[in-house]
């Protein structure tokens, strides 16, 4: 099982991101996935999942309406579209089924600055 992360980086307060989670070694289509993230400091914390028919749930209340999770079984891919963010936002963001295995990638970091 192996998760790859991408297109985090440097972006305003109130710019957008969209973040890309390329899976391996297991059947995409039959789990469904999440995006974790982590604060400096702070624990890792589960932000939203999407299920195998495409349905979201937000389980962090700071990003309801600014974050959204789509998925492309054909790539085995899965999205994070990041609207709206805020300095608070500032974490490494990290994907994996849901619920998830033990298996983690890399990351990718998201800074939030002026």
């Known amino acids: 099982v192996q998760f790859v992360e991408s297109g985090g980086g440097l972006v305003q307060p109130g710019g957008s991101l969209r973040l890309s989670c390329t899976a391996s070694?297991?059947?995409?289509?039959?789990?469904?996935m999440s995006w974790y993230r982590q604060a400096p400091g702070k624990e890792r914390e589960l932000v939203i999942s999407i299920s195998l028919s495409g349905t979201n749930t937000v389980y962090a209340d700071s990003v309801k309406g600014r974050f959204t999770i789509s998925r492309d079984n054909t790539k085995n891919t899965i999205y994070l579209q990041m609207n709206s963010l805020k300095p608070e936002d500032t974490a490494v963001f990290y994907c994996?089924?849901?619920?998830?295995?033990?298996?983690w990638g890399q990351g990718t970091q998201v800074t939030v600055s002026s």
């Open positions: 994996n089924r849901f619920p998830a295995t033990d298996y």
């Open positions: 070694g297991f059947t995409f289509w039959r789990y469904g």
